[in-house]
């Protein structure tokens, strides 16, 4: 079957880093993307790795390694308006997206 | 700007009352995506279009409905929402073809049903 795993929730510290993993088990994989979602509102997109390695957009970044079937998405400096959940989806062989349920970041000050 | 654009916000129905959420994009995508959310749940991808061909996934009950009467707009329709209808119904719509396939997403259709 298919699967995408990330933690539930998670905690950390106004200007600090925090690393959201995410591990995915597919049929075949045409990229991977994060998403942050605010209570109540829509998905917005974050970023979109295809290749191994890093990608780096202000803020975060989001890293992929396809071997390990493994990504994480890294905010830096981060502020109260990041507290959010984070998705995780892959796209499969038939340009379907599959989810994980989500990571709940709560930023403290 | 171009946009995916859901209506209404917030929509209230009773049990077993039909109901039609609507969503319409000026980003001429090919696929246009319905998708139910429940809170801390993922997205479940109910329905696709991509252009008129209609893939509705298996397990999507036979409540859910939906039209595409031409690219920009796409229905749903719930022919008679029960309690555990109550979610956030997200359209979305992607190119379909090149590029990373990224999909943008509406604000959301928050159904309550009563």
């Known amino acids: 079957g298919q699967n995408i795993d990330q933690p539930t929730e998670m905690t950390a510290t106004e200007g600090a880093i925090v690393q959201i993993n995410c591990t995915y088990q597919?049929?075949?994989?045409?990229?991977l993307f994060w998403y942050q979602q605010h209570a109540g509102e829509a998905p917005t997109f974050l970023s979109y790795n295809v290749l191994d390695g890093l990608e780096e957009k202000g803020r975060f970044s989001s890293f992929l390694s396809r071997s390990k079937g493994y990504s994480y998405l890294l905010l830096k400096e981060l502020q109260m308006k990041d507290s959010a959940s984070y998705l995780c989806a892959v796209m499969d062989s038939n340009y379907q997206l599959i989810w994980g349920a989500g990571t709940k970041l709560i930023i403290k000050p | 700007d171009a946009m995916v654009i859901q209506n209404p916000r917030y929509q209230v129905t009773q049990f077993g009352k039909p109901v039609t959420l609507s969503c319409s994009q000026t980003l001429n995508h090919n696929v246009m995506y319905w998708y139910q959310q429940k809170s801390s749940q993922a997205p479940k991808l109910l329905f696709h279009y991509y252009d008129k061909d209609f893939n509705n996934e298996a397990d999507t009950p036979d409540n859910f409905q939906s039209r595409r009467p031409n690219t920009s707009f796409c229905f749903l329709d719930i022919r008679s929402p029960g309690l555990g209808d109550a979610a956030m119904y997200l359209c979305?719509?992607?190119?379909?073809?090149?590029?990373?396939?990224?999909?943008?997403f509406g604000p959301g259709t928050r159904l309550t049903v009563t």
């Open positions: 979305a719509t992607s190119t379909g073809t090149g590029g990373s396939h990224e999909q943008y």
């Open positions: 597919t049929s075949g994989f045409n990229g």
